[in-house]
């Protein structure tokens, strides 16, 4: 009998509830025969830290379930990336992952296809978001845009060594011009006129 861990999240505007996500889950593990050893719940966004989601993959490394169940794949994954990772570790956990809506089940060799289509996916997902980076990168630079980080503690160096020739303690300094102590430190390194 496998042991499965139930995973439902909604967020805040969302319009499926806990309750309709649980009881088909539910129905779901029970018609299977599998006995629910685990369930988490969520109401987040997709872009939150989920801790509930993390206590269930850690429920799986300790070997405490067979079998992970949920309602939609965009319950479970931030993107598609994410979603291949997780399911590559409940894979090579020997855990089973079945989405309830869109019927993937990683318990059976087609389920495990489709696994392999969606690494693809994540694949093109990785090549497009760096690609447009450094499009973006690239059209900041042919109009003029610095890159990185400001230079904020370098423009303040002449008002940080007339502070600290006044007597004026470097924390003191790095309090008054708004910048940090390591930052006001490294303009008053000796060998540092500039």
């Known amino acids: 009998m496998f042991r499965a861990g139930l995973y439902m999240r909604v967020s805040t505007n969302d319009q499926q509830t806990l309750a309709m996500q649980n009881r088909a889950l539910r129905e ?24 509930a989601r993390e206590r269930l993959l850690e429920a799986a ?15 479970w994954g931030r993107s598609v ?3 291949l990772a997780t399911l590559q570790e409940l894979d090579h956990l020997g855990v089973g992952f079945v989405s309830l809506t869109e019927a993937l089940d990683l318990t059976t060799a087609a389920g495990r296809a489709m696994a392999a289509r969606l690494a693809v996916f994540a694949a093109f997902e990785r ?5 447009r980076t450094r499009a973006g ?7 003029g845009k610095r ?3 400001p230079a904020t503690a370098a423009a303040h160096a002449a008002e940080i060594r007339k502070l600290f020739r006044a007597g004026i303690s ?10 940090g ?14």
Do not use: F
């Open 61 to 75: 490394r300790r070997r405490q379930i067979d079998v992970v169940l949920v309602w939609r794949l965009d319950r």
């Open 170 to 179: 470097k924390s003191e300094i790095a309090r008054r011009v708004r910048i």
């Open 28 to 51: 779901y593990a029970a018609r299977r025969g599998w006995k629910i050893t685990l369930q988490v719940r969520e109401v987040n966004s997709g872009a939150a830290k989920r801790e």
């Open 127 to 131: 090549e497009v978001l760096q690609e």
């Open 81 to 83: 990336t994410d979603l």
């Open 147 to 149: 890159l990185g980080r």
């Open 137 to 143: 990168l690239t059209h900041a630079r042919e109009n």
């Open 181 to 194: 102590r390591t930052s006001v430190r490294r303009i008053l390194a000796p060998g540092k006129t500039r």
